[in-house]
């Protein structure tokens, strides 16, 4: 019995998983395309003349993202061999580029995000060290340079 | 030292930015300058308006900001010779200091935020160190429950997104708020931190210089 619900919780994350996955990628691809006017940069200065730069504020976005139970199962057993975790290197490059994502679109009417920094942190570990809930956020923030046209 | 200069104009000749309707930026005009329509049109008339003959650098940007937000382009001109002023055009004169202005909760009212180590085209006259804010915040069960299950299948987990999103807000507010009874107007090089302080609860912390730009 304890078989079954293993096998169908495996299925369920599998298939569950991958098609929240490739949607999702659709969805970064998508909105990435329609954002490349706004360029996000991890530089201090960037050449604007003084006196160009209307407003400066500052920006961030954040992403709260687990992983499927198929793929926590596959990192487990690669844990005992070692090497790439593949499942969860997907999982961080979602997270990261939604919350890029996300600092973008609430900076919509800027012209440049500079100093971006991108930071990560996981949450829901539990006080025994056991990770019952294995999700990481991560957080985007940088300044939103708004330019004299 | 380059003397910069104390008073500014604030000129207005009809400019509608891109993508407002003029009826409505009149409207909004009119509440902003709590005037009656009849001198709103004089606004509109498409010659050069003086809105505030003599105002300080602060008061000018807010003017701007204030036009701005409303859909209307207005110029501020520095007036270097006090007795330039061109009293001619008797304009709409608005209450003196511009405090009429609301100020925007979202960016922090007048607090101009950054994470870079200046202002952008405004030079810093005082710093008064630093202020942090800080707000540790607990998940709740239901919220928890609904995780679990969603950690099944992966994805995003936005009630947790929701509430660090939430705390992250709550914490620059705080932060702000110790800046501003310090008398800065703004806050360079910010940065955020987030740990886990107990099981279930994560702290996150806001910090960095306040200042005073000019």
Not at chain 1, 19 to 25: C, G, I, V
Not at chain 2, 110 to 120: A, G, Q, W
């Amino acid at each position: 019995m304890d078989l079954i619900i293993f096998l169908m919780l495996l299925a369920l994350g599998f298939f569950a998983g991958s098609y929240a996955e490739k949607r999702h990628y659709r969805s970064i691809e998508r909105r990435e395309k329609a954002l490349l006017r706004l360029p996000a940069v991890t530089l201090k200065k960037v050449d604007i003349p003084q006196g160009k730069v209307r407003s400066a504020r500052m920006v961030h976005g954040s992403a709260v993202i687990s992983v499927d139970y198929f793929k926590r199962m596959l990192a487990a057993l690669r844990n005992i061999f070692g090497g790439k975790v593949k499942s969860y290197e997907t999982l961080l490059d979602r997270a990261r580029r939604e919350s890029l994502l996300r600092m973008k679109e609430s900076a919509a009417d800027a012209d440049i995000i500079v100093n971006v920094r991108i930071e990560t942190a996981t949450i829901g570990r539990s006080s025994r060290g056991k990770q019952r809930i294995s999700c990481l956020e991560t957080v985007a923030y940088g300044t939103a340079l708004t330019l004299e046209k | 030292m380059n003397m910069q200069p104390k008073h500014f104009r604030v000129i207005f000749n009809g400019e509608v930015a891109d993508g407002y309707d003029p009826a409505e930026v009149r409207e909004k005009l009119a509440g902003l300058l709590k005037k009656d329509a009849a001198t709103i049109e004089r606004l509109f008339s498409g010659r050069e308006v003086v809105v505030a003959a003599r105002v300080n650098a602060a008061a000018g940007e807010k003017y701007r900001r204030a036009f701005a937000a409303a859909g209307a382009v207005c110029r501020v001109e520095p007036v270097n010779a006090p007795d330039a002023a061109p009293p001619e055009a008797g304009p709409p004169q608005p209450p003196e200091g511009a405090s009429a202005f609301p100020s925007t909760p979202q960016d922090g009212g007048s607090m101009i935020v950054t994470n870079i180590e200046s202002v952008p085209g405004k030079t810093i006259v005082a710093h008064y160190g630093l202020v942090s804010g800080s707000t540790i915040r607990a998940k709740h069960l239901g919220r928890d429950i609904m995780a679990s299950l969603k950690n099944l299948v992966g994805g995003e987990l936005k009630g947790y997104t929701e509430l660090l999103r939430e705390s992250r807000r709550q914490a620059t507010e705080r932060m702000i708020e110790q800046a501003r009874q310090l008398g800065a107007n703004a806050i360079i090089n910010v940065r955020f931190s987030t740990s886990s302080v107990a099981q279930g609860a994560a702290e996150l912390y806001a910090y960095g210089t306040a200042v005073s730009v000019r």
